[in-house]
């Protein structure tokens, strides 16, 4: 199972930098993907882009929630 710093580091690297999520992004992210990703990508182990890159492949896959939160946070990024 990933553990949770893990899991909310590698997303954020692919949604926007640590510095710009508030804690409540954080824990949006958290409360909202951890679970598709230890569902869809289980057996993919962090480093090197590749539990982001599961995420992406298996993105249609992905709950209306957790999709939704990346979305919004990739919005933030894109604003800043």
């Known amino acids: 199972m990933l ?3 893990t899991i909310l580091l ?7 930098s640590a510095q710009q999520l508030s804690m409540s992004d954080k824990l949006a992210l958290r409360d909202n ?14 480093g090197g882009g590749q539990l ?9 896959q ?6 939704a939160t990346l979305a ?3 919005a933030k990024a894109a604003r800043n």
Do not use: F, G, H, N
């Open 72 to 74: 919004d946070l990739r």
């Open 52 to 60: 982001m890159a599961c995420v992406q492949e298996k993105k249609a």
């Open 33 to 46: 993907c951890k679970q598709d990703i230890q569902k869809l990508c289980a057996d993919i182990k962090p």
């Open 10 to 16: 590698l997303m954020t690297a692919a949604t926007a």
């Open 3 to 5: 553990k949770y710093a």
């Open 62 to 67: 992905l709950s209306q929630e957790c999709a």
